[in-house]
T-cell receptor
Framework: GESVGLHLPTLSVQEGDNSIINCAYS??????FIWYKQESGKGPQFIID?????DKRQGQRVTVLLNKTVKHLSLQIAATQPGDSAVYFCAENRRTGRRALTFGSGTRLQVQP | DGGITQSPKYLFRKEGQNVTLSCEQNLNHDAMYWYRQDPGQGLRLIYYSHIVNDFQKGDIAEGYSVSREKKESFPLTVTSAQKNPTAFYLC???FGTGGRLGSETQYFGPGTRLLVL
């Protein structure tokens, strides 16, 4: 069935490097995407969102890229810090059927000092 | 101090017992959601409610029940029919479901960890 999936379950980077977390989606009706960060034992926190009429959106140290042609979403974190270590989830609003976000399985980001 | 609160932080359930997890929000959000998260896994939707006195089943509703009598509150009951209830339960809310820009963005509470004795 259709799903939001991630390419890598765990990503390990050196402090100060840039991180790229990827997400694939398969529902062409999805028009809104969100990235969340979840630290151990806590609820997910909103990081950044993007609509399907955009291909790039920037926040503070984060950039989300959307490629609708290949149904691919990525989160780029600049100058990764130890505090960025967490699990990152992408979520999509599919606009069909159930009116609720669909979450991917997550990527764990480990920042090495 | 606005936000979503969940209580308790930890909850222990005896076999055959029903337990209720609390979720309250003062964000004036119309929609509320319950998710279950197992270790190392993503979020699975249990129930959601877009308006007071109305709620819908998610992907894993069996063994759970909810009510939405007030806009601010969306309690989740884990019944004895749920045979594997040990998990991290997350409540979320959103302004709406997409009618206006960003309204479907969900904001999460701190979670309740349910353990079985």
């Amino acid at each position: 069935g259709e799903s939001v999936g991630l390419h890598l379950p765990t990503l390990s980077v050196q402090e100060g490097d840039n991180s790229i977390i990827n997400c694939a989606y398969s529902n062409s009706a999805s028009d809104y995407f969100i990235w969340y960060k979840q630290e151990s034992g806590k609820g997910p926190q909103f990081i950044i969102d993007i609509r399907s009429n955009m291909d790039k959106r920037q926040g503070q140290r984060v950039t989300v890229l959307l490629n609708k042609t290949v149904k691919h979403l990525s989160l780029q974190i600049a100058a990764t810090q130890p505090g960025d270590s967490a699990v990152y989830f992408c979520a999509e609003n599919r606009r069909t059927g159930r009116r609720a976000l669909t979450f991917g399985s997550g990527t764990r980001l480990q920042v090495q000092p | 101090d606005g936000g979503i609160t969940q209580s308790p932080k930890y909850l222990f359930r005896k076999e055959g017992q029903n337990v209720t997890l609390s979720c309250e929000q003062n964000l004036n959000h119309d929609a509320m959601y319950w998710y279950r998260q197992d270790p190392g896994q993503g979020l699975r939707l249990i129930y959601y409610s877009h308006i007071v006195n109305d709620f819908q089943k998610g992907d894993i509703a069996e063994g759970y029940s909810v009510s939405r009598e007030k806009k601010e509150s969306f309690p989740l009951t884990v019944t004895s029919a749920q045979k594997n209830p040990t998990a991290f339960y997350l409540c979320a809310s959103s302004f709406g479901t997409g009618g206006r820009l960003g309204s479907e963005t969900q904001y999460f509470g701190p979670g309740t960890r349910l353990l079985v004795l």
